[in-house]
């Protein structure tokens, strides 16, 4: 296999097309239309692996495009009309005062939209100002100079066989150079990952903390459909002990996007979020919605949940970090998009400052000295605590602490409680198989709940099949004797996608089976596996999911 690779030069190579890549590419082409930009998208298009609930807070939009309301082809459809919460139980459920709730949590003057159809429609604008954007092109190589200066990104090798061997289609990968590489691949992006890594960036902050996100997309009954109408549940199916909650957003043209998180510090390895999700939707507060509809789209993907306290340094030499790569998600509002397009702002701006003082190479401390005081920080502030409260005392005490931390820290501009810890990482909170009850799930009905493998058809996750397995396992012995034989095998529960199985062999032994073609890149492996013996690396590019319409 050659490895001669050929090689582009830019001034700015961007890694990922989602709200914070894109953000950037467009303001550096605003400050100055010389800048020469290159956005690398793992995705076989842009929009294809982004997947949200989406309610979106224009704020960065009205920073980085202000007369975007005047596009007659903006995906901005439908407005917020209407906020409902609720607590759920297993055969009702309390729907929650609107004047109790902070007012942060105010959905009005925000809209539901597609995320992935957002991007679309930034990529255009994008292009319109000559920023490149590749699609399909996997960044799985930070490239660094003896100094361990990032100078750059190398795509994966195309055409490589499962065996590691190069067949007729092989074409080596490309390298891409820049003045500034900056990192926007979403949450526990791989490239970041390892930049995080070596230049210690996570020092001194809270370990991040993480969701796990399903979401459906319905077309329902008319008399059914509430356009505008956004509804927030906590409670069942998930005990008081296991965080997380759910989401109807009604869209336009008869569409709902129903949504469920589970924090992944749950402690029960036998719990599996993609069956507390299809069982949510049994809820008598919920199935009506859906009676006589039609599911059209199924996807998962991680979320960062650390929020303030867990933002690594957000940059290095050559480079930063952006986006749902920085953890800039806000939990209560389960909301990230508008911080990952004020991140991309932010960065740009560093960015052409230093271009314009013929800088290169350096660390873009700018960017990393002003988030805390900028929109961004503001934003993640008061709402620090709420995840710390809710994974120590409980969903039901967890919640009213928090809300109660909210409403002090927004009227006083501070917290009686000061900056709580997370405490341990995701992966330590799962106990041992004998000190967790088993969980049983009802078989399903194939209207309102869905097996995985049907959901996944629905995902329209591809990959070649003749190309090395993606999900690398670090020590196969490991994986026996802990993750079967001290957790009974989590990784076939967690993964929203049927990726992971114990399957018997003929001599009635198991062994660990990995369903690369099904992953749909959520990366809950990365982050759940016990032992953090699973990591998850770009396999070729343009493969995974195509969602439409998420």
């Not at 900056?182 to 995080?196: D, F, P």
């Not at 998962?300 to 790569?325: H, N, T």
Request: aromatic share 8%; proline share 7%.
């Amino acid at each position: 296999m050659s490895s001669e690779r050929e090689s582009m030069a830019f001034d700015v190579v961007i890694v990922g097309a989602g709200p914070a890549g894109l953000a950037a590419a467009i303001r550096l082409k605003q400050r100055n239309p010389e800048t020469s930009v290159v956005v690398l998208e793992k995705g076989a298009e842009v929009g294809a692996h982004i997947l949200s609930g989406a309610v979106i807070d224009p704020v960065g939009l009205d920073t980085l495009l202000p007369e975007w309301r005047e596009d007659p082809d903006h995906p901005l459809k439908t407005a917020v009309a209407e906020d409902r919460f609720y607590y759920l139980g297993p055969s009702g459920g309390v729907r929650l005062p609107n004047a109790f709730m902070p007012p942060l949590m105010n959905n009005h003057g925000n809209y539901i939209a597609s995320l992935g159809n957002v991007c679309r429609w930034l990529a255009e604008k994008a292009e319109a100002l000559e920023v490149e954007i590749y699609p399909g092109f996997a960044a799985a190589e930070l490239l660094t100079d003896d100094k361990g200066t990032v100078y750059g990104v190398a795509t994966g090798d195309m055409g490589v066989g499962r065996d590691g061997e190069p067949n007729d289609a092989y074409t080596p990968g490309m390298e891409l150079h820049g003045k500034y590489v900056l990192l926007a691949e979403g949450v526990r992006g791989s490239l970041s990952k390892q930049a995080i890594a070596r230049y210690g960036l996570d020092e001194g902050v809270e370990p991040q903390k993480y969701g796990l996100g399903l979401k459906e997309l319905w077309e329902v009954k008319p008399e059914n459909h509430h356009p505008g109408r956004v509804e927030h549940a906590f409670g069942w199916p998930l005990d008081n002990g296991t965080g997380g909650g759910s989401f109807l957003y009604h869209l336009e043209d008869n569409q709902v996007a129903v949504g469920f998180v589970v924090h992944l510090n749950y402690k029960n390895p036998h719990l599996s979020p993609f069956e507390e999700f299809q069982r949510f939707k049994t809820h008598p507060m919920v199935s009506p919605t859906f009676e006589g509809g039609r599911r059209l789209a199924y996807g998962a993907r991680a979320i960062s949940e650390g929020g303030w306290q867990s933002v690594p340094k957000l940059v290095f030499p050559g480079g930063a970090l952006l986006g749902c790569s920085a953890g800039f998600v806000n939990v209560p509002r389960i909301k990230g998009s508008h911080n990952a397009v004020l991140s991309g702002i932010q960065a740009a701006d560093a960015v052409g400052d230093a271009l314009a003082e013929g800088r290169a190479g350096d660390t873009l401390d700018a960017y990393e000295d002003g988030w805390r005081s900028s929109a961004i920080g503001r934003d993640l502030e008061p709402v620090r605590n709420v995840k710390p409260l809710w994974s120590k005392h409980g969903t039901r005490l967890g919640v009213m602490l928090g809300g109660l931390d909210m409403w002090t820290s927004s009227k006083l501009g501070f917290s009686f409680m000061g900056t709580l810890p997370h405490g341990k990482a995701d992966h330590e909170a799962t106990v041992q198989e004998y000190a967790a009850k088993p969980i049983s799930y009802p078989k399903p009905d194939g209207k309102l709940t869905f097996d995985r493998l049907s959901s996944v058809f629905l995902s329209n996750t591809n990959h070649e099949e003749d190309q090395p397995v993606h999900l690398h396992v670090i020590d196969g012995r490991l994986q026996r004797t802990s993750e079967l034989g001290q957790f009974d095998g989590p990784s076939q529960r967690y993964c929203p996608a049927g990726v992971y199985e114990w399957v018997e062999d003929g001599d009635g032994d198991q062994r660990f089976q990995i369903n690369a073609q099904n992953c749909v890149h959520c990366k809950t492996c990365d982050i759940k596996d016990p032992n953090q013996n699973i990591v998850w690396q770009v396999p070729e590019g343009g493969g995974g999911p195509n969602y439409p319409n998420m």
